[in-house]
């Protein structure tokens, strides 16, 4: 349904030409795409079927529950959950042919506790980011132990702290760490599988340092991986549309909306807009930040709420009228509103800014023959 004309547009053909992309740069390295949080907030079962499309063989998400959502939409690639998973769910990852992650010993301790199916894990390593993963010199016993768990392991990776930042010193450090921990477990005679390491940021800047597979997240989606280098073949996938609900007129002196944080100087014209930060519309962007209305990019004044929020149209020339377009991000006529853009008004990271947006929004797909 429909009923106010609130939207997110996946172009899925530009999606599958980034895939492309990344395929031809990374090559022989094949592209890993990262495909949590419902696709960086793109939808995870149309973004899936629209990567295989394009022959890749293997995704990542986050949690168990992302998977298996992949599965029942009728998935067959491999899929990696980067994330957590309870032990007690590790029969459920194989049920759905799921590979977990091994990041600890107390993981192995507790597989060795309960009998029951297990699903392949991916071993991860921490080469300084501190989050998941086995120390380097924890490596080798933890491919021992599970050996003799008789776990299947059949990938190792890492991941990067600071691959876009412009100092590529740290990004250095933990591919050396990287690279002679690997080379030194195969020496010892341990399949280490596959084997991957770099997200969107180092597979941009190193394509040649990339191993097996790259994890690829919010550049797929034709988002910048970094304000430091870009790639400009990149064509974003995401529109985010509204619609006026109410157009009114203020007179100077009126003030608007919650907490009354803005005030009207001379006579303008205004439209109310029917979305807000329960949609992803970030309360942080209250007199900040434009949208796109009759062509030109309106601010956005006084506090975002619930559901509304307002944006100054005293330019807008014809005045526009209740149901006419609103563009949040994306394309409208020659004016655009990036997802970098919208980042920098919310001073965060472009995936917060589409991982955000919230279920309440429709997603609407193009699948236009490629
Ligand atoms: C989210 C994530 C990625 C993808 O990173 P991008 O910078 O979006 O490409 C890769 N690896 C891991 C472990 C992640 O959590």
């Known amino acids: 349904m429909h009923s106010r ?3 997110i547009f996946v172009d899925l053909k530009a999606y599958r030409e980034n895939i492309r992309h990344f395929t031809d740069i990374l090559y022989p390295t094949k592209v890993l795409p990262v495909i949590k949080a419902n696709a960086f907030g793109h939808g995870a079962v149309e973004i899936a079927k629209a990567a295989e499309e394009e022959f890749v063989d293997f995704f990542a998400v986050a949690y168990l529950e992302e998977g298996i959502e992949l599965r029942d939409a009728g998935i067959s690639a491999k899929i990696l959950m980067l ?32 009998k029951g199916k297990l699903p392949k894990f991916h071993m991860k390593i921490n080469t300084g980011m501190n989050r998941l993963g086995f120390n380097p010199d924890e490596a080798s016993d933890a491919f021992r132990m599970a050996e003799e768990s008789e776990m299947h392991i059949t990938g190792i990776y890492s991941h990067l702290a600071t691959a876009d930042e412009e100092d590529p010193s740290f990004f250095n450090q933990q591919y050396e760490r990287f690279e002679n921990l690997v080379a030194g477990l195969q020496k ?12 969107s940021a180092a597979s941009i800047r190193f394509p040649g340092r990339c191993f097996d597979y790259s994890r690829i997240g919010i550049s797929s989606f034709g988002v910048q991986p970094s304000h430091f280098f870009k790639d400009p073949r ?14 009114r007129c203020l007179e100077p002196g009126d003030s608007l909306s919650y907490g009354r944080t803005f005030f009207a100087e001379e006579n303008m014209k205004v439209a109310v807009v029917p979305v807000g930060y329960a949609d992803g519309f970030d309360r942080r962007l209250s007199n900040k930040g434009s949208v796109l209305i009759g062509g030109i990019p309106c601010r956005v004044i006084g506090r975002v709420c619930m559901d509304h929020f307002i944006a100054d149209i005293s330019k807008v020339d014809p005045t526009p009228k209740e149901g006419d377009e609103v563009v949040l991000i994306g394309n409208q006529g020659k004016e655009s509103i990036s997802v970098e853009q919208v980042a920098e008004w919310r001073e965060t990271t472009n995936s917060e800014i589409t991982s955000c947006i919230s279920y309440r929004v429709p997603r609407k797909y193009s699948r236009d023959a490629y």
């Open 234 to 247: 990149l064509r974003q996938v995401l529109t985010f549309k509204s619609c006026i609900s109410q157009v």
């Open 5 to 7: 004309k609130s939207e």
């Open 83 to 114: 994330n957590y998973c309870s032990p007690e769910y590790f029969q459920k990852a194989a049920d759905y042919s799921l590979t977990a992650t091994l990041h600890s010993f107390d993981q192995i301790e507790s597989i060795n506790q309960r």
């Open 188 to 199: 010892q005679g341990f399949d280490t599988g596959i084997v991957h390491l770099c997200n």
